[in-house]
């Protein structure tokens, strides 16, 4: 064999091992994009198993959905119906009312007439001698018989009808005598209450059963209690001479520990040293606010002003 003949021979081998390397190269990186197919398969199929579950989930959610907005559109219905309810449950009920003091008006005139003048004048009075703005006014009746139909009218300190109160609808035995209850003592079907705007003074009132006048009176209505508060501290600090007494209550109430000092003297430390309790600071302004009323109404009692009876 000649040497040109081996060379091609060695050449052809060369060849068959290059490319042996390269398929087995080849052979390699397809076993390779294999595995990663398969890798990728596995995450496509859990992929696509999650989208179900998911797509699922997204349906239940969906019908809840139409659901809940089913149950919305159910409970607003129910709602207005709820409000028609009560539209009607107050209609039937001012009725009632309407029909209530109608009916004890003829009672009271089926009474007048079996009756007549011989009823017996009820006893009669305000619930209390002393009103304050912001109170409820009632009366405390006493009858040998209910008074159906009877009403109170009152009367502001200028003589200006202020309530025509209504029949007097429910009655109740007590002991010997009838006697009608603070709630059913209304005017125009609403509690009489006294608000800012009236008059103070001595009112006056009149109790009428039919034609017959079965008692009158008066009472005196008065400001509110905060107001009597808030006049008081005011004055206290108008007053002449007061501000050497306690030099800071002209203006803010805020040095109460000195006003208590200056207040109270030298008492005050034997009083927080024998109790303990004592030494909490919320009773240095209780103190305070006591040691400056007495002083209001020792001052005011001294000139002889008439208001301190009121406040007392």
């Not at 596995?42 to 997204?58: K, V």
């Not at 005196?220 to 050497?244: C, K, M, N, W």
């Not at 306690?246 to 520990?257: C, E, K, R």
Request: hydrophobic share 40%.
């Amino acid at each position: 064999m000649g040497e040109r003949e081996q060379a091609i021979i060695l050449l052809l081998l060369a060849t068959v091992i290059s490319a042996s390397f390269v398929m087995l190269g080849q052979r390699n990186r397809i076993n390779e994009l294999s595995q990663v197919y398969d890798n990728t398969r596995f995450d496509l199929n859990y992929l696509e198993a999650q989208y179900n579950h998911l797509y699922e989930s997204y349906k239940e959610l969906s019908n809840q959905t139409l659901e809940y907005r089913r149950l919305i559109i159910q409970l607003n219905q129910d709602l207005d119906k709820i409000e028609r309810y009560e539209e009607t449950w107050r209609t039937y009920r001012e009725k009632y009312e309407e029909v209530l003091l109608e009916n004890a008006r003829l009672q009271g005139e089926l009474i007048m007439q079996e009756y007549g003048d011989n009823i017996t004048q009820p006893f009669v009075e305000p619930r209390k001698e002393v009103f304050r703005i912001g109170d409820t006014i009632a009366f405390n009746v006493e009858s040998e018989m209910a008074l159906y139909g009877s009403h109170f009218e009152v009367y502001d300190p200028n003589s200006t009808l202020i309530w025509e109160g209504d029949p007097l609808a429910e009655w109740v035995e007590l002991y010997d005598y009838w006697v009608p209850p603070y709630y059913g003592q209304t005017a125009y079907m609403e509690p009489m209450s006294f608000t800012e705007n009236y008059t103070l003074g001595n009112w006056t009132y009149i109790y009428w059963f039919g034609e017959l006048k079965m008692g009158e009176g008066w009472f005196t209505l008065i400001e509110a209690a905060e107001d009597v508060i808030a006049i008081g501290v005011t004055d206290l600090s108008d007053e002449e001479g007061f501000v050497e007494i306690i030099p800071d209550l002209g203006g803010p109430i805020t040095n109460v520990s000195l006003i208590a000092k200056e207040g109270i003297g030298s008492q005050a430390e034997p009083i927080f040293a024998r109790d303990s309790s004592c030494s909490n600071p919320m009773w240095v302004p209780i103190i305070t606010s006591i040691v400056v009323v007495a002083i209001f109404i020792l001052r005011k009692t001294m000139r002889g002003d008439p208001s301190v009876q009121l406040l007392v």
